[in-house]
């Protein structure tokens, strides 16, 4: 993998370790990525329980929010 991927895979897993919840726009202002889903599917991969939870804005438009499951 190169070094820029294993980065913003980090940012995003410490982001969710942290207690965050990401959305798209969230995961660009702190993990400063803007495939959030493929960083979620490779975390998934390894093993880490992410819900992935529809959300609704103002205008009805979807989209997802993702954490960790609380153990």
Not at 34 to 44: A, G, T
């Amino acid at each position: 993998m190169n070094d820029q991927i294993e980065t913003n895979l980090s940012r995003v897993r410490l982001c969710l370790m942290g207690g965050a919840k990401l959305t798209v726009l969230t995961a660009i202002k702190y993990c400063r990525t803007v495939d959030l889903r493929k960083y979620i599917s490779m975390l998934k991969r390894e093993g880490l329980d992410i819900i992935s939870e529809p959300t609704f804005n103002a205008n009805k438009k979807r989209f997802n929010t993702y954490y960790l499951r609380a153990k």
